[in-house]
């Protein structure tokens, strides 16, 4: 299956750098200007990825980056000449996936582009070594085709939202600090902060009121047992 990429950067140079190395690679691109003709997109044939610059004209990079986060958590790469830390951690923890500096080397944007998509699409497991469902109180996770039902109503989550409910499910009552949530549900080697996990939990809330995901102060989260 071919990965459509969303590419919104200004610059016509990098445009064209960019796009030629990410076609090589078998990507189907879409080249945007603004953030605006991406939301656009976005609505109306979500991409796979998005190569996000930052400085754009109208809606800047930042702000629809947060947009995509509160609804998807579909893979978003910063492109920027701002290469100050507070900028690479401002980017971080509105979602972004990935931070490259300008001028960057199109290889490592295309080495990136790889790495983030292998992480968040992981390979299909073989159905017999795991369990069809999982049942926590009123929770009720179909794993196999990733489905979510909360006192027997179908939710629609995003992919981070199912991997934590799937991780603490299978381990109710048992407490996980908010760096071991980040590496086993964004991976080893995601360099944010760990207000992504923060951020992911108060989606979850919303999303299932009620639900026992309780807080450990100054450690992280777990799920309690809990009679429906």
Known sequence: MTNYVGVVEDDANIQNIVSAYLKKEGFDITVMETAEEAWDLWESQPPDLWILDIMLPGMDGYEFCKKIRQESDVPIIIISAKDDEVDKILGLELGGDDYLT???????????????????????????????????????????????????????????????????????????????????????????????????????????????????????????????
């Open 102 to 228: 300008k001028p960057f080397s199109p290889r490592e944007l295309i080495a990136r582009v790889k790495r983030v998509l292998k992480r968040s699409q992981p390979s299909l497991q073989d159905d017999h070594s795991l369990p069809d469902k999982i049942k926590a109180g009123a929770l009720f996770i179909h794993e196999n085709d990733r489905r979510i039902f909360w006192h027997g109503q179908e939710e629609d989550i995003t992919t981070k939202e199912f991997d934590m409910l799937l991780l603490l499910a299978k381990n109710v009552n048992r407490a996980f600090s908010r760096e071991e949530l980040l590496i086993k549900i964004w991976g080893e080697d995601y360099f944010g902060s760990d207000r992504a996990v923060d951020d992911l939990v108060k989606r979850i809330r919303k999303k299932l009121p009620d639900i026992p995901l309780e807080t450990v102060w100054g450690y992280g989260y777990r799920l309690r047992e809990e009679e429906e």
